[in-house]
């Protein structure tokens, strides 16, 4: 039996980002060569930096797929643990070292003998930055791989080790990134009327923005609009002659997410008349759609844990944070989970340390789902 803490600990030494996780999936191929060698009924494709397992099944009748993502984010780790990041301004803060320990904690159990039906672990790169289960999809890297259900997790640091969260709808929100940058002539700021504020502009546009979802968003669905890097001017007595914003959309239905698009496209456009400054916008949705659970899987997988000792199952609202998960999910029904971590600091914080507790817990709990599913 492999050493599951110590393989966790190991890839949280080794965070990369996406599709630049070359040491990570050297580390992965090496424990799942170790995992499958001498199985016959295991197949293994490599897709970039990607890993697919495919185990077939005896007498198979659909293919059920597992999948946990790679990478990292580009944060400088402040836990002072001994198993912190070794790769400077990297870190493992959304959890992605966990999920993929699970994962292969998961294969361990699944691979003591040929299930029934196919079983497809997939280890995806690039869920951070280039939603690279949807580069892998249009890749055609799936083909007869194709799983008829899919499932996967992302570890919660508010819940405590123990506790399990799904729901029956929407669990996580569609992203759209935004970068936009207005350009105008700088001066002096001592002859304003010499020169065209892209600060003002821009100052402007973050103020006007507010009103999409007060008032152009229906208040039970919500949207949030959030603007986190402005860069304008180089020091004070200098009219900036650019701006530029860097930002992100998330809703609950892809409907919203197109909404909000719009309406940001429209009032950006108006700002630029408005002040005599040019626009250049950007709007990165690609593969980072809303995840949305099948309703009739997320009651069958409730009702699972509900009866399994030790499994505590909560029904929870859909949260904000966004996964590119919900892409898979739009061509194969599943669903995704929350697992409890029980951490004082949040996911992408610089001190996001989980329970390891909730290794074990996963692997046992999860297993046992996956078990029923490919036996069925």
Not at 90 to 119: S, V, W, Y
Not at 193 to 220: C, E, G, K, W
Not at 267 to 277: L, M, R
């Amino acid at each position: 039996m492999i050493d599951y803490q110590k393989i966790r600990r190991d890839l949280h030494q080794i965070p990369e980002i996406g599709l630049e996780e070359y040491k990570t999936h050297a580390y992965l191929m090496r424990v799942i060569d170790e995992l499958t060698a001498g199985l016959d009924f295991v197949e293994i494709r490599v897709w970039h930096t990607g890993i697919l397992v495919f185990i077939k099944g005896s007498a198979p009748t659909k293919t059920i797929g597992w999948r946990t993502d790679i990478d990292g984010l580009p944060i400088v780790e402040e836990t002072g643990l001994a198993c912190a990041s070794q790769h400077e301004g990297r870190m493992h803060a959304c959890g992605h070292d966990m999920h993929m320990t699970i994962a292969l904690g998961l294969l361990e159990l699944l691979t003591t003998e040929q299930p029934k039906n196919n079983l497809l672990f997939l280890f995806q790169p690039a869920e951070e930055n280039e939603a690279g289960g949807m580069l892998m999809y249009e890749d055609g890297v799936f083909g007869d791989w194709l799983p008829d259900e899919f499932y996967g997790l992302h570890v919660r640091p508010d819940l405590k080790v123990g506790e399990i969260a799904t729901n029956t709808k929407t669990l996580f929100a569609g992203t759209c990134e935004v970068k936009l940058t207005f350009k105008g002539k700088g001066g002096h700021a001592a002859f304003p009327q010499d020169a065209n504020d892209a600060l003002v502009a821009a100052a402007y546009f973050v103020t006007q923005i507010q009103t999409i979802v007060s008032r152009n968003v229906d208040p039970i669905e919500g949207a949030v609009i959030t603007f986190g890097e402005l860069h304008a001017g180089t020091t004070n007595n200098v009219i900036a002659e650019t701006a530029f914003l860097h930002g992100t959309i998330r809703t609950l239905t892809q409907e919203m997410n197109l909404l909000t698009q719009r309406r940001l496209q429209e009032i950006a456009e108006g700002v630029a008349q408005s002040f005599g400054v040019e626009l250049d916008l950007e709007l990165k949705q690609g593969g980072y759609l809303p995840v949305e659970n099948n309703p009739e899987l997320a009651v069958e997988c409730m009702n699972f844990f509900r009866n399994e000792n030790g499994v505590h199952m909560i029904e929870i609202s859909p949260a904000m944070t966004g996964e590119d998960f919900g892409y898979l999910l739009s061509k194969v029904k599943g669903v995704m989970f929350w697992l409890g971590i029980d951490s004082l600091y949040a996911l992408h914080h610089p001190q996001m340390t989980p329970n390891e507790a909730a290794l074990p817990f996963a692997i046992d709990k999860f297993g046992k789902l996956l078990k029923a599913k490919v036996n069925e």
